[in-house]
């Protein structure tokens, strides 16, 4: 089992790194930063990929070398010793039809709220059962608002990107 685990960090470093090195010509391309433009729409992209990049292979390392000293990969102390796997497939799939759900609406209404409502569902299709109160369920939908308020600001008055 052990094993498979550090296939899978190694996949999932092969996977972001492919997807770095896709981006990569497409986000260096735009601009950066300058004396007339600031900040500009290329570095939040730049960044990104710069990061991703960065933080898979470390990711990866870390993986790497607890395996070699203790013969396992564990996580957070909190998280347990596995999760079901079923409970795992159903989550990633269901993130990556979120995922498409997003860009469709994207393209229908705008950003905000396409935004809201993907954050909204992945935050309420994450938490856990007992904790799904009334109280909880207001939290996650504010913190959507403010999450996606947050993003559309920081694109259209920082980097000056229109998001639709």
């Known amino acids: 089992m052990q094993s498979i685990r550090l296939a899978a ?17 497409p986000s260096f391309a735009m601009p950066t930063a300058g004396a007339s433009i600031g900040l500009g729409r290329g570095a939040l992209p730049q960044f990104c990929v710069v990061m991703a990049s960065v933080l898979s292979v470390i990711i990866f390392v870390r993986d790497l070398i607890a395996f070699r000293r203790n013969g396992s990969i564990t996580g957070p102390a ?3 010793a596995s999760a079901d796997p079923r409970r795992v497939i159903t ?9 498409v759900a997003f860009v469709v609406a994207w393209q229908w209404l705008s950003f905000l709220p396409a935004a809201v409502g993907f954050v909204l569902i992945t ?3 994450l938490l856990p059962r007992e904790s799904r109160g009334p109280r909880a369920i ?3 939908l504010a913190t959507s608002v403010l999450f996606a308020l947050g993003v559309w600001a920081l694109f259209v008055y920082v980097l000056q990107v229109p998001l639709r």
């Open 9 to 25: 960090s190694a996949a999932m470093m092969v996977l972001l790194l492919g997807l770095s090195a896709l981006l990569f010509g």
């Open 78 to 80: 909190g998280l347990g």
């Open 91 to 99: 989550l990633g799939c269901m993130s990556l039809v979120l995922l």
């Open 123 to 125: 935050s309420l299709m």
């Open 138 to 140: 207001a939290l996650v």
